[in-house]
């Protein structure tokens, strides 16, 4: 009893002498580091995945002066999930950066100057100080001054053990996206390099408030045998019918224990037989349940809808119901019938929109138009001339006026005149759909010429993080 108490005594003191150790090593804590003098620039590798974008804005919460530059070549669901989030996390590009001014280079989840995008510039330059996040196993030739280098499942994981050292707060959106780039380089905690400090790192985002529907829209998820022999017994048979000008198929399989990414088995069943909305009625007959999974593409028929009036939940675009004891065919008839009767359910730009709208008229000069978008905490307004609108100003285009006499010139020379523009009738997928293809954060809502609302990014990111009251809910 005495031996087991020593032992673990020792084990505090070894690791409390361990930790002091190790915050010794910490570059922020390094009292040399001069304050106030050139740029701190963060950066990760290019064909940026989740973990890279992840230890990007993880690092922006631990060098707080730090600039994150986002390389241009990003991976295609990273994109995505920047479009809907991207007024939360900021980034510079290449463009924006006077390399000039650079003198400390933070690198995560990378330590190779090959795989970072145009530095060049930065790569000879004898007074540069590079620090490097990085759970490659490769040796470095970033010749950085400091490095936390660890064979660990994510480099996140090594972000985050600093980020609960200072006690930062997460918000879920962080929170989410961290969980994100963590499960997508463990492959869900299953690849051989995940370690338990992975584990625990997920379970410490989970208590955050990550957003596992979130990060279900955005990880690949994984399609395998079990998966495969699903789709293709449901292949054989492929009932299919018109509802309105869509077509549907709601087809039941019978299947045996506990099987992963039935969701993504009903996706690509819509997929390749080219359906508008397709459901798979998933019947466990040893447990007397049934699984409901919708997939839909197309603004009329919302699966979230429907799934919660089968006492599930979703998406517009994809959700999930489990019934017991029920007859799959009956079951199969109600979903029809929700189909039938639901195709007006879907939100509506008019109802998320903000109402009324703050408008300037084009000669209104910029510093004016900074006083207002900082008295009203918005990020951008229509620029509008005798009703109608002449373009869209935002926070962004201000890094355009260079000096401060320039803050008088009128709104009409840096405003973005794209005017891209939507109906309040038109569904919030339709407007997500727009904001991503053009980049742009706001639309101006038009009805009969005029400017009656702006609907923003951060307006559909509520949305899809079912944070806003959906209407449906309410019968
Ligand atoms: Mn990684």
């Known amino acids: 009893m005495k031996n087991e108490f020593r032992v673990k005594l020792y084990d505090f003191i070894l690791t409390a002498l361990f930790r002091l150790f190790s915050y010794r090593n910490y570059p922020i804590d390094n009292p040399t580091r001069q304050e106030g003098s050139g740029m701190r620039l963060i950066t990760t590798h290019r064909?940026?995945?989740?973990?890279?974008?992840?230890s990007l804005v993880a690092a922006t919460l631990i060098y707080r002066d730090g600039t994150p530059l986002l390389p241009k070549a990003v991976n295609p669901n990273v994109k995505a999930f920047l479009s809907i989030h991207k007024d939360l996390f900021e980034m510079s590009g290449v463009d924006e950066i006077d390399f000039n001014q650079v003198n400390q280079l933070v690198v995560v989840d990378t330590n190779r100057w090959s795989r970072l995008e145009k530095m060049d510039d930065?790569?000879?330059?004898?007074?540069?100080?590079?620090e490097v996040w990085d759970h490659h196993e490769e040796k470095t030739d970033l010749n950085p001054q400091w490095i936390c280098?660890?064979?660990?499942?994510?480099n996140i994981t090594l972000m985050i053990r600093e980020i609960r050292r200072r006690n930062i707060k997460l918000t879920p959106m962080q929170a989410t996206l961290f969980l994100i780039g963590l499960y997508e380089d463990t492959g869900n905690l299953t690849f051989s390099s995940t370690t338990a400090e992975d584990a625990h790192a997920a379970g410490y985002l989970l208590g955050n408030n990550a957003d596992l529907n979130v990060l279900n829209t955005f990880?690949?998820?994984?399609?395998?045998?079990?998966?495969?022999?699903?789709?293709?017994?449901?292949?054989?048979?492929q009932p299919r019918t018109k509802i309105g000008n869509f077509s549907v198929s709601v087809n039941i399989a019978h299947i045996e224990g506990h099987i992963n990414n039935l969701s993504l088995v009903v996706h690509m069943y819509r997929e390749i037989l080219g359906l508008d909305a397709a459901f798979g009625i998933f019947v466990h007959d040893s447990h007397d349940k049934c699984i409901v999974i919708?997939?839909?593409?197309?603004?009329?028929?919302?699966?979230?809808?429907i799934m919660r009036s089968m006492g599930g939940g979703g998406h517009p675009g994809a959700g999930s119901a489990m019934l017991k004891s029920v007859n799959p065919d009956a079951l199969s008839d109600w979903v029809y019938e929700l189909l039938k009767g639901n195709q007006q359910a879907s939100v509506q730009v008019s109802d998320l929109m903000s109402s009324p709208v703050i408008t300037v008229p084009s000669d209104t000069p910029m510093e004016e138009v900074a006083?207002?978008?900082k008295k009203e905490g918005c990020t951008g307004v229509p620029v509008v001339d005798n009703g109608r609108l002449v373009g869209i100003i935002s926070r962004r285009d201000f890094r355009k006026v260079k000096g401060s006499r320039r803050m008088k010139s009128p709104v009409k020379a840096f405003m973005s005149t794209k005017n891209i523009t939507i109906n309040p009738e038109n569904s919030l997928m339709e407007a997500a759909r727009l904001m991503v293809k053009h980049d742009i954060g706001r639309l101006p809502v038009i009805q009969n010429d005029r400017v009656i609302g702006i609907i923003s990014r951060s307006d559909a990111m509520l949305y899809f993080y079912d944070l806003f009251p959906h209407p449906a809910q309410s019968n």
């Open 122 to 130: 930065l790569k000879d330059r004898p007074d540069l100080e590079v």
């Open 294 to 305: 919708g997939r839909s593409a197309v603004d009329d028929i919302d699966i979230g809808t």
């Open 47 to 54: 064909s940026t995945d989740f973990d890279a974008f992840a």
């Open 219 to 237: 990880l690949q998820p994984g399609y395998g045998v079990k998966q495969k022999d699903i789709l293709f017994e449901m292949l054989k048979s």
């Open 149 to 154: 280098q660890e064979s660990i499942g994510a």
């Open 371 to 373: 006083a207002i978008l």
